[in-house]
């Protein structure tokens, strides 16, 4: 059955009048190419629906990073916010530049990628071996003079610098949180100092 079009037209002498006009059917070319079209749009909408969405998640993946400073019970305490990732990511300073730690209690040591340490002036120490999911890396000792977080301040610790190490978080490993007393609350990681004077 033809298409029917409603035509509006207007006239000065005749004022309004409406005219139904009887048109064939699209040619298949015209509709293959509106399909084209549609599809085309249908990924336009797409692509920025999932911009948006990384968008959102970006931010919800970077924010909460600053420490809560609270005092408890005359006990002052730090406390991290869980990110979306599940995981404790908060700002600090390293030698008294800022940067970001990623707490991780399976890992043993603090590690820092190379470009990191480069920035930080880190020295590197004596060569060794480590154990990844990717395989054996080559990591070098080095010494920090002081770690910073909140109300957490913590001096002379070792850690290992990990040239091939990629991101822009400090991994914050037992050598350092073992000097920690930390419980979960809610979504938040509560950290103490467990002896302020622990070499």
Excluded at 92 to 110: R, S, Y
Aim: proline share 5%.
């Amino acid at each position: 059955m033809p298409a029917q079009y409603l035509c509006l037209t207007a006239d000065k002498s005749l004022g309004l009048q409406y005219a139904v006009t009887m048109m064939d059917d699209i040619p298949p070319n015209e509709t293959q190419s509106l399909g084209k079209v549609m599809v085309i749009c249908a990924w336009i909408l797409a692509i920025l629906l999932m911009t948006l969405f990384f968008s959102r998640w970006s931010k919800e993946y970077q924010m909460n990073t600053k420490p809560k400073m609270v005092t408890a019970n005359g006990i002052k305490q730090t406390l991290i916010k869980r990110n979306v990732l599940n995981q404790y990511i908060v700002e600090g300073t390293l030698n008294g530049k800022p940067v970001t730690f990623l707490l991780d209690t399976g890992a043993t040591d603090v590690v820092i990628p190379g470009k990191i340490a480069k920035n930080l002036q880190l020295e590197n120490g004596i060569q060794g071996t480590a154990h990844t999911a990717g395989g054996k890396v080559t990591i070098y000792g080095t010494q920090i003079d002081e770690i910073v977080i909140g109300n957490i301040a913590l001096h002379h610790l070792k850690a290992s610098i990990n040239p091939a190490m990629e991101g822009n978080e400090i991994l914050l490993g037992m050598s350092a949180l073992k000097r920690l007393t930390f419980y979960q609350q809610g979504d938040n990681l509560v950290l103490t100092v467990t002896n302020p004077k622990s070499p």
